[in-house]
Structure formats: C-alpha cells, structure tokens
C-alpha cells in the first residue's frame, strides 16, 4: 500500500516557452495533476519488501508558477541516484510544449516495528499491555527488530526501555540465565524430558548451555519456546 500527502513547500520549474497564467482553479487542477503523477512514477520505480510500504509526499507547487497545458501527457523521470535517496527530484516534462519542471518527492519506506507502550524495568515479560504495533520508517532503524506482537509475548525484557522505543533481540530473552527450564530431548522413536537451569540468555533459535537439574550435565541447547529448549538424543 503506498500512500500519498501533499505538503506546503516550494518547487523549482523551469520553462523555455511563454504562456498566459492560469487561473487559480485551472492552476490547481493542473498542480494536482503533476503531484499525482510524480508521487505514481516514483511508486513504481521503487520496490517494497512483504512487510512494508511507501509514505510518498510532494512539495505543493507555488500558485504563482505557470503551468501550461499539455496536450500529449506530460512524462516523469529521475536519475538512478536519485531514487535511492528519500528526496528524489522528479523531472516533469511536456516535449510538445517544450517545458519541463522540477518536483521534490519525499519518499519513506514504512514497516510495523514492535514498540514498548509503556516504560518497563528489567526483568518485566512483556503482554499485549505494555507492547504495541507501530509504523517506523524504515532509514531510522538500525537494528534488527520485531514486527508482529505474537513473535514477543512473553519474552523478558533485560535492560530499561523507554516508551515508543523498539523491541529489538539483544534487549529480551525468551530463556533468561538462571532460569528454570524444561529440556525436551527426542528423536525419531522417542522423547525425554527434564529440568535443568538456563546458563546463559537466549531467544528462540539460540543455542545457549544449560544444566541438567538431576545430572548436574551441561549441554547445548536450542531455545524452542519461553522456558524450553530442546536437543537431540
């Protein structure tokens, strides 16, 4: 889903024919017809992931400049390097009335990010009261984060988070050191299980050493779930 916002700034344009201004509503329609088909151009330049979309917005065109008709559809480009930035200038261009302007279009890349809704202390496991599902653009993280709620119920969080700020995998265990666990170990034929204690942190898909209670054996592990790992036999 891509979507569009129009913002009160300036735009350059620059025209090798005279014409006579238009007037305000003709000038408008005209405006809006530019901005629509710039903030289309760049939406299909640019490729999405699954779980992400465009937040496109494009500086309004001063009422002063002059727009003029033109009767063959206007056309879009912009250089490749441009494209790759969030501000990408557009160039608009009429080749039948030999004029062309520039437009700045702003582009974010938008993501759900899971985000703490409320401060937490160390050590709180984190539910549907104290987490939320939000859109972050996507240039402002810079660590892996999470982006379903469902991937972080129950987790513990290790260190202070502040509100609005993302969950990201070194600041949770879903298996804490210390922690009393249980060892499902299994194979084909069979499966055992056991208590043992967490010697290290881990989120689900680590492998982290734990003791088993009754043998007082260390072993490798992978975390499967909140308080169980499991291992081969």
């Known amino acids: 889903m891509t979507i569009y916002k129009v913002l009160p700034l300036f735009t350059l344009l620059t025209m ?8 305000p509503n003709t000038h408008q329609n005209r405006a809006a017809q530019l901005i629509d088909g710039a903030q289309e151009y760049v939406a299909s330049q640019i490729t999405t992931s699954a779980q992400s979309h465009l937040n496109i917005s494009t500086a309004e065109i001063d009422q002063r400049v002059n727009l003029p008709v033109c009767p063959a559809g206007v056309s879009y ?18 080749d039948q009335s030999n004029w062309y302007m520039y437009l700045m279009v702003n582009v974010k890349q938008m993501q759900p990010v899971v985000v703490i809704s409320n ?41 202070r988070v502040r509100p609005g700020q993302p969950i990201t995998p070194n600041n949770l265990c879903f298996v804490c050191k210390g922690d009393t666990i249980i060892i499902n170990a299994s194979n084909a034929v069979m499966q055992v299980k056991a208590t043992g204690v967490a010697m290290q942190d881990g989120n689900i898909g680590d492998t982290i050493s734990v003791t088993n209670s009754r043998s007082k054996k260390q072993i490798n592990a992978r975390v499967a779930s909140i308080n169980e790992v499991i291992v081969g036999i």
């Open 77 to 94: 480009s912009a250089s490749p390097d441009s494209l790759l930035q969030s501000n990408i200038a557009v160039k608009a261009s009429c």
């Open 16 to 23: 090798t024919s005279s014409a006579v201004f238009a007037s």
């Open 119 to 159: 401060a937490v202390s160390p050590g709180t496991i984190l539910n549907s009261g104290n987490i939320k599902l939000v859109d972050m653009n996507r240039a402002l993280l810079r660590r892996t984060t999470f982006s379903s709620v469902e991937e972080v119920l129950g987790a513990r969080i290790k260190r």
